[in-house]
């Protein structure tokens, strides 16, 4: 088994964050894998200085000590266009010259899907040489599923629920679906386990996974931490960052929030106690099946 914990440097990890690190963790270890840290910091302009070396440090601080070198997206652009070329050798992906506005004016005549929007295919034959363009991916009407550890069964219909997706921005940048794809298989990852936030991105990631002849990987979406509001423990929602003297009271918090009920005089022990405790407890049938669960 080889498992992974995928951040973003946008900020400092908060317990949202925390929850993944440590699920993908205690899932790898468990199975005496790997358990791998790649940095995803495609999107210079969203990244925070300093946020990188702060989050392995915070990781470190909490027990969670990755196996080999951190990978940075940033430096494996070459990697993600030779992806890329393959698809457009196949004929699988066009050109998109189509505004956000220019989209979002077309939703009289668009379906709305799972995510907004179905992009209606409007530059699908156009043969767009203009720049910038984006580059989107086919999709086809029919039914990916695939059975989640934690959710159960899933099925979509990309064409339907999704429509074509963008895998390289019109700015230049690889998008998320394809460049996770990529690392995904070069560094042979195994089992996936993340918020089910990114649930309904493993369809998309399994058709390029198809379509660029990857093996398919095992998903594990537990569930994603909200506040009181309703919203996504994030950067954006001002999650407060998470502290290396709250270590062990955080560990505590995450195991009880992830359904594996530890003792209550677990959260008064050292870190490398409550890790030890996790490993040899640690059960992922336990996880809530929610989707999404306030803290």
Same mark, same amino acid.
């Given at each position: ?7 973003s ?12 690190a ?16 790649r ?6 302009p ?17 027990g ?18 030779s ?21 979002q004016?077309?939703?009289?005549n ?6 907004g ?64 794809v ?23 990631q399994?058709?390029l996974?198809?379509? &660029? *002849? ?9 569930? @994603?931490?909200? %506040?009181?509001?309703?919203? =996504?423990?994030? +950067? ?26 530890p003792?209550?005089? &677990? *959260?008064?022990e ?7 405790? @996790?490993?040899? %407890?640690?059960?992922?049938? =336990?996880?809530? +099946?929610?989707?999404?669960?306030a803290i």
């Open positions: 088994m080889i498992g992974r914990f995928a951040p440097p946008t900020g400092p990890l908060h317990f949202g964050s925390l929850l993944a440590l699920a993908s963790y205690l899932e790898a270890k468990k199975s005496q894998g790997k358990w791998l840290v940095m995803e910091d495609l999107d210079k969203r990244e925070m200085k300093g946020a990188a070396e702060a989050i392995l440090r915070t990781l470190e601080a909490y969670l000590y990755w196996d080999g070198e951190i990978v940075y997206q940033s430096k494996r652009n070459d990697l993600y266009q992806a890329l070329n393959e698809l457009n050798v196949d004929k699988r992906t066009y050109a998109c010259s189509c505004s956000r506005k220019e989209i004016d077309s939703a009289i668009s379906q709305i899907g799972i995510e929007i179905i992009y209606p295919g409007t530059c699908r034959e156009k043969h767009i040489t203009k720049t910038p363009h984006a580059i989107r991916v086919k999709t086809l009407d029919q039914n990916i599923s695939f059975e989640d550890i934690i959710q159960g069964h899933v099925t979509q219909n990309l064409a339907k629920q999704i429509g074509d997706f963008v895998i390289k921005r019109a700015d230049g940048l690889f998008a998320y679906q394809l460049s996770v990529v690392d995904d298989y070069l560094q042979g990852i195994t089992h996936i386990v993340r918020g089910a936030d990114l649930l309904d991105s493993s369809t998309r399994i058709y996974q198809d379509l &660029l *002849g990857y093996q398919h990987i095992q998903y594990a979406h537990i569930p @994603a931490a909200h %506040n009181q509001q309703g919203e =996504k423990l994030s +950067k954006q929602t001002l999650a407060q960052a998470i502290l290396a003297k709250d270590a062990s009271k955080n560990l505590y918090q995450a195991l009880c929030f992830l359904g594996q009920r003792p209550a005089d &677990l *959260g008064a050292k870190t490398e106690q409550i890790l030890n405790w @996790a490993m040899d %407890n640690w059960d992922i049938n =336990k996880v809530p +099946k929610q989707k999404s669960t």
